[in-house]
């Protein structure tokens, strides 16, 4: 697998849900990866990656973008409360507003710096205990409380439990933003992101089938 058929893959997906080339955002998810690795995926050009901890990303980021521009970099991992300014420098867009305290810290930030990444609600589809993010029966308040925050939500994200079947979670969250009037998803990783284009899925967070297993540090 490589890079070329991860895009090969997202455009046959496209095409068989029957929507336009290009209308998914394949986000490269580089956590844990070697930097050779990486630089290898920016020299073919793409530029979307993703990361899950702030640390890491402060840690190569701003290297790579002295030599690389435009680099759209999303963080797809829980974030704390105490790392928001650092994640606002640092990410166009967090998928993990999980929580109202960090959905308060991310509005004050924007009053004080005049800017603020898009911003995705993590949905805990599964209500898993151990996972993070907002109950289905919750969303629609939650939804309501960023906006009026002026935050700038686009849509919702999800990772369904590894034992149930995806595209259940993926139908729910889809049906959670239609309701809200939300029309991103953040939907489905390296094996099962076809199903979650075909439920409506805009970004798809694709790992280990574009850079190999990861390499624990």
Not at 1 to 13: C, H
Not at 178 to 200: T, Y
Request: glycine share 8%; hydrophobic share 45%.
């Amino acid at each position: 697998m490589g890079l070329q058929d991860i895009y090969d893959r997202v455009t046959r997906a496209e095409s068989a849900a029957g929507r336009p080339s290009g209308s998914v955002k394949l986000i490269a998810v580089s956590k844990v990866q070697p930097n050779a690795r990486v630089d290898a995926v920016l020299s073919q050009g793409h530029r979307c990656f993703g990361e899950n901890r702030v640390q890491e990303a402060a840690g190569k980021w701003p290297d790579f973008r002295v030599n690389y521009d435009n680099v759209d970099l999303h963080l797809i991992g829980p974030l704390q409360t105490n790392k928001a300014r650092q994640a606002f420098d640092l990410f166009q867009s967090v998928h993990s507003l999980d929580r109202l305290k960090l959905a308060k810290t991310f509005a004050r930030l924007a009053q004080e710096t005049g800017h603020c990444p898009d911003v995705f609600i993590q949905v805990n589809t599964g209500e898993e205990p151990q996972k993070s993010g907002i109950l289905p029966a919750d969303t629609d308040a939650f939804v309501k409380d960023c906006i009026a925050m002026d935050l700038p939500v686009q849509g919702l994200m999800a990772i369904p439990p590894a034992e149930e079947e995806a595209a259940l979670h993926f139908a729910l969250l889809a049906k959670l933003a239609a309701r809200n009037g939300l029309k991103a998803l953040s939907m489905g990783m390296s094996g099962d992101f076809e199903k979650a284009i075909a439920l409506g899925a805009t970004h798809v967070r694709v790992g280990s089938a574009i850079f190999g297993a990861r390499e624990a540090t």
